[in-house]
Structure formats: C-alpha cells, structure tokens
C-alpha cells in the first residue's frame, strides 16, 4: 500500500466535497506532493478512473469504523478534514491519526453548534483554512479555539479543461447554438426541474445531472466536470452549493443561482454574502496544506 503524504477525507453521498477534494489534491501533485482522498460518494471509482487519482471508496454503512481503520493502515503525514472537523460519523471524536487541518465552508448556525459542541474539538488540528465567508457562530468558534486561519482569497474549483472528457454529441451540438441556457444539478428531481423553469427565461434549457435522462422536457446529460461547459453556456442556472458558486465565481453576469435547504450547508446565506473573487482559491488551499506539512 502506497503510503500518501496527505490523506483528504471527503464524506458525503454526491459529488461536492470529492469535487473539492479532487481539486486541492491535483493541486498537490503539481506540488510534488502525493495525496490521496478517501469518501464514502458511490461517484469514488469513476472519479478515480477519470482523474487517474487514488481515490479509496468506503461503504456509507461502515464509514466511521472502516475510515480510521484505513487512515491507521496508510499513516498519513497530515490529515485534512473537509467540512466536518471530527467527522462526519464522528470519526475522529477520539483524536487524529495524524496532525490534521479543518477545511472550513459557510455551515448554518445550528450546524456549526451541533459539529463544534465538544469543547476539545480543535485539539491534534494544527490549522483551519476557510474555504469562504463564515457564518458568525463559525468566526467565534474559530476564535475561542486560538487556530491559526488562513482565510483563501477565492473559492477552491475544479479549473475548467484539467480534466478533459468527451462532450455528448447533442450536448455539444445545444452549446454551439449559442442559446443553451444549462443547468447543473446534482439534487433532488424536483429541485432540477425548478431550475429549469428558470432557465428557460435565459435560452434553450439543457441540464446535467448525475440522475438520468431528460427532467421537465429538457434534455438531459451525465457529463463531469461541468465546469468544462460553463464558460460555452448563454447562461447557466444552479443551486447556490459551494462548488456551483465556485464554478461560476468569474462569470457571475450569466448565473443564476438559487437557494435550496440542506442540513448543513447554509445556501441562503453563501448566496447573500456572495462577492466577486479576486483569484480562484485552490492553489493557495494546496500551498497551506504544504506549509503545514513541512511545519
């Protein structure tokens, strides 16, 4: 088993956090630093193949005892913790296998009292890196543990053309039209369907989802990364998670974004503190996980 010098733990049933994940570790290996993700997301192996990254799947039903079995198994020089400073399954409530980071995004209020609620919960963490604007509760806490905060000047993305992959040949055929109006959605049918109602103010709506077929007569794709597509849509209509608005942080003028409710993920409020970027974020996240591991 190769042992990686940095092992990124990205839980979560879709694609957001290993979205995330992939993009810092590509980042990494430019800096000649291996890296390995490990999720629970059943998107784990065609990701892997598609990226020629190792990227280690885990069964949601055994995540939490078979995670730390595999951390204890590679030992990591350095773990980063995306999102969930203990876990999501609370993993890691009895301490890191290794010096770990808290990669921190815009959590709701309670979310931010429900995961920080243990008094301890910073200790074996050498840092945060707020991966955006956070919530005030988050700030607090963030303050009252005495962490040292590197604080990225744009959004951790997934830059478009670094994974290059073959675009449906109707898909492309919409997008030279000109008047593709393309939503990008990895939610709930219902959800995509609404943002295809409001794209269709904006152009021809066309919809990317990991969930099949044409949703509310348009026509649909499974095409990943969709920020490859972005940049060639007459507008493009999502829900306000973090990667979407990462995505389209330099194209605000043809984006709409909408809100949608999630446990943890506080979209209302990402959307309403939403600035333009002065650069994309994700090389600055790979160069403080690299200063912390060789701290």
Known sequence: MNRPA???????????HLNRALAVCL???ALDIAAQIVTNSPFAMALARLARFPVVGIQSQTWQADVQAFAGAVRPDLLV???????????WAQGFPAPALYLARR????????????????????????AEDLADEHE???????????????RIRLR?????????????RLLEGGRCSLV???????????????????????????????????PGFEYYPAGN??????????????????????????HTAVAFPRRFDDQAARLAAWQPAGRDGTRDAALAIAAALHR
Not at 6 to 16: F, I, M
Request: glycine letters at 14%.
């Open 6 to 16: 940095v092992l990124y733990c990205a839980p979560g049933s879709g694609l957001g």
């Open 27 to 29: 980042e990494l290996r």
């Open 81 to 91: 913790c995306d999102t969930f400073p203990r876990g999501m399954r609370g993993e």
């Open 107 to 130: 959590l709701k209020a309670d979310s931010v009292s429900l995961l920080l609620r243990d008094p301890g919960w910073q200790e074996g963490l050498l840092q945060v890196i707020a």
């Open 140 to 154: 607090a806490a963030l303050a009252v543990s005495g962490l040292p905060v590197v604080r990225l000047p744009g």
């Open 160 to 172: 478009p053309g670094l994974l290059p992959a073959q675009i449906p040949a109707e898909l492309e």
């Open 184 to 218: 990008v959605h990895g939610g709930p049918v219902e959800e995509a369907a609404e943002l295809i109602r409001r794209a269709a103010a904006h152009g021809d709506p066309a919809v990317v989802t990991p969930w099949g077929n044409g949703i509310a007569g348009a």
């Open 229 to 254: 597509l972005m940049e060639r849509a007459a507008h493009v209509v999502t829900g306000a998670g973090y990667n979407a608005m990462a995505d389209m942080m330099f194209q605000r003028d043809r």
